[in-house]
């Protein structure tokens, strides 16, 4: 019941978290006694806010109400953002998490930490160890965030500046021919 709940709610959440400017980035629906949990979690290129959190629920719970029919129990709404350990699947996540540190874990080869530079539709550029490599998101078995207590170094920060300006220049160039 709670999956064919929860395919039937997915639309009318996403279109109310889409009006509210986010992404939902999951969506849940579980039993929970007599009620149903409705988990959200929403996510947006800059991050998302308390503020921004309870506006979405807001939204998300009128949405919800007015759709009471496709419910027909009582419920508990949960929305969220995604926290810090959150796998990067899909292109947009690897966009967020530009000049962050990742450990990627490759479907073939040894792990490794790298910083996030240009995050295109199916791969990202990433300083590893001074260089900058190409990681295709297909050859990604896992990929997450690592969290710093420290500012990067500007000099990682401007080699991945100038090797995302040379790229957009490459694409301009390339879509005028």
Do not use: C
Request: charged letters at 30%; a negative charge.
């Amino acid at each position: 019941m709670p999956g064919e709940l929860a395919s039937r709610l997915q639309p009318i959440v996403a279109e109310a978290v889409t009006a509210a400017g986010f992404d939902l980035d999951s969506f849940e629906v579980q039993q929970a006694g007599r009620r149903q949990l409705v988990k959200v979690v929403v996510d947006a290129d800059d991050g998302v806010g308390l503020d921004e959190v309870a506006e979405v629920s807001r939204k998300v719970s009128a949405a919800l109400d007015e759709n009471e029919h496709v419910l027909a129990s009582a419920y508990t709404l949960e929305v969220t953002s995604p926290g810090l350990d959150r796998p990067l699947t899909q292109p947009r996540h690897w966009r967020r998490a530009r000049f962050r540190l990742v450990k990627v874990t490759p479907a073939e080869g040894a792990p490794f930490i790298g910083r996030v530079g240009h995050a295109g539709e199916h791969a990202a550029r990433v300083l590893d160890g001074g260089e900058i490599r190409d990681v295709r998101y297909a050859d990604v078995a896992k990929a997450v965030v690592e969290i710093e207590f420290k500012q990067p170094p500007a000099e990682d920060l401007k080699l991945l500046e100038d090797d995302a300006s040379g790229m957009k220049a490459a694409e301009t160039e390339k879509g005028s021919k």
